[in-house]
């Protein structure tokens, strides 16, 4: 069969190649009063990773580490969003409690097993957001005891989508701080505990 297009060179790779490893260029010079919209990781911009509810619990791991995230978003084989998973559900004690209530060897866990089910997830609006200040928002994280934070806004045909995420660790890095989620007293003891460790 004759082809219409013609096909193109394939030159000799250059010594010196490198391979383009890009980041996205975010400001370091961030204070508690700059717009939030400064330290959120927007998805216009970047491409959310999300993994399979069905994967396993190693699967899950691995692909965390191997693209140097420590939450994936869990789907169905549709792409529709299930929930999200985060290294700390995988390393956590999570894993082991689900044994003990379901049974089973820890490898035939799946990431829908241990993930945030969509129904408990906790959203910002993009509107707020983007009246909103860094410490406003590190604030709303330390209230909810998140590392995590998820933005939504409405698309064209009202549908609720995920925009962006924020998260802790990559707001302490562009402030240059650790960002450590306070600690609630909910009883009395707490209360007591609290008052004599100060």
């Known amino acids: 069969m004759v082809s219409e297009y013609k096909a193109i060179a394939f ?8 391979v383009d490893r890009r980041t996205i260029n975010r400001a370091t010079d961030i204070t508690p009063d700059h717009p939030a919209i400064l ?5 216009k911009d ?8 069905t994967a396993s619990i190693n699967a899950t791991n691995e692909k965390m580490i191997a693209c140097g995230v420590r939450l994936l978003f869990v789907t169905d084989h549709n792409d529709n969003l299930l929930g999200l998973v985060t290294a700390t559900d995988v390393l956590s004690e999570k894993p082991v409690k689900y044994m003990k209530e379901h049974g089973g060897q820890y490898n035939e866990i799946m990431a829908q097993d241990i993930m945030i089910p969509k129904h408990d997830l906790d959203v910002l609006y993009l509107s707020d957001v983007e009246k909103s200040s860094v410490g406003n928002i590190i604030e709303a994280m330390k209230d909810l005891k998140r590392q995590h934070a998820l933005v939504v806004e409405k698309n064209e045909a009202g549908v609720e989508i995920i925009r962006g995420i924020f998260s802790t ?3 302490g890095r562009q402030l240059n701080i650790t960002i450590e989620p306070v600690v609630r007293a909910n009883t009395f003891a707490d209360v007591e505990r609290a008052i004599v460790s100060a």
């Open 39 to 43: 330290v959120m990781t927007d998805f």
């Open 169 to 171: 660790a990559q707001i």
């Open 11 to 18: 030159h000799k790779i250059e010594a010196n190649a490198k």
């Open 46 to 53: 970047t491409t959310p990773f999300s993994i399979q509810g």
